[in-house]
């Protein structure tokens, strides 16, 4: 099963790639996002970002929404009222929540250097959530400009 959600990912990232979208006009807004499946978000990203379209981060996006950072810098922007929520990736299983090493990879290779340090000065991805808001993320990250 994850091997064919690897090939559907890499099929699906290619033919973004190959395709040449043309770029969209308004802004995609995330205001209070849990997060999912890590490949669905990666997928997602990697979609937003071959169209060219602008992310605004307005809430909280947490989990899987983190690999918004995926997106350039001029494609995504934080809001005063954002807040990441970073944690090692799980799967439910019928027993309850089970880490996965796979998803937890995928995030350590998609964070780009600034979050991956943020990240490391607190411990690494553990089961608890890391927030960062507010002021620490507007130091990283300025505020979207209106």
Same mark, same amino acid.
């Given at each position: 099963m994850q091997i064919t959600k690897w090939l559907l990912l890499a099929a699906l990232t290619s033919a973004l790639v190959v #395709? &040449?979208?043309? +770029?969209a006009q308004a802004a995609v807004l995330i205001k209070n996002d849990r997060g999912g499946d890590v490949l669905e978000y990666y997928a997602k990203y990697q979609a937003l970002r071959s169209r060219g379209e602008r992310v605004v981060v307005d809430g909280d996006c947490l989990s899987a929404c983190?690999?918004?950072l995926i997106l350039p810098s001029d494609q995504r922007c934080? #809001? $005063? $009222?954002? %807040?990441?929520g970073f944690h090692a990736a799980w799967d439910e299983?019928? #027993?309850? #929540?089970?880490? &996965?090493?796979v998803g937890t990879a995928i995030f350590m290779s998609a964070y780009?250097?600034?979050?991956? +340090?943020?990240? &490391? %000065?607190r411990g690494g991805l553990t089961t608890?959530?890391?927030y960062l808001e507010g002021k620490e993320l507007a130091a990283i990250y300025p505020p979207c400009r209106r």
């Open positions: #395709t &040449n979208a043309e +770029r983190t690999l918004v934080f #809001t $005063r $009222r954002a %807040r990441l299983a019928g #027993t309850g #929540t089970v880490q &996965n090493p780009p250097p600034e979050i991956l +340090r943020w990240i &490391n %000065r608890k959530v890391l």
